[in-house]
């Protein structure tokens, strides 16, 4: 059975660093896209950031653009979202998502293409 757990999340001043995992079990990770998402209270899940299979593709929402890094190390499972420069409006529950695809180059941050989701992380930016 195909499980994500996210972990990392935690309260950070404004300007401090994060690294978010996602660890995978129960698939073959490298056939499989990965997604993060985030929502905070009052809205809507909005796409980060999402990696291909192949790990040469990554895109990124624009308020998180030169911010955040996403990695993948098939090896071991595992999918890194590393936050940097965090604002108070990076506040929000930070979820994880995988999506089995055939194609190696390309990731899209689109909500409704992702079947598994992790319970989720919080993350908290404040002074």
């Known amino acids: 059975q195909l499980q994500l757990g996210e972990s990392g999340g935690g309260l950070v001043q404004p300007g401090g660093s994060l690294r978010l995992s996602c660890a995978a079990s129960g698939f073959i990770p490298e056939s499989y896209a990965i997604g993060w998402f985030r929502q905070a209270p009052g809205k809507e899940r909005e796409g980060v950031s999402c990696i291909s299979r192949s790990r040469e593709s990554t895109n990124y929402a624009d308020p998180v653009k030169g911010r955040f890094t996403i990695s993948r190390d098939n090896a071991k499972n595992t999918v890194y979202l590393q936050m940097n420069n965090l604002k108070p409006e990076d506040t929000a529950v930070y979820y994880c998502?995988?999506?089995?695809?055939?194609?190696?180059?390309?990731?899209?941050?689109?909500?409704?293409?992702?079947?598994?989701w992790g319970q989720g992380t919080q993350v908290t930016v404040s002074s």
């Open positions: 998502a995988a999506v089995f695809t055939s194609v190696r180059f390309m990731c899209t941050m689109a909500r409704a293409s992702y079947d598994y």
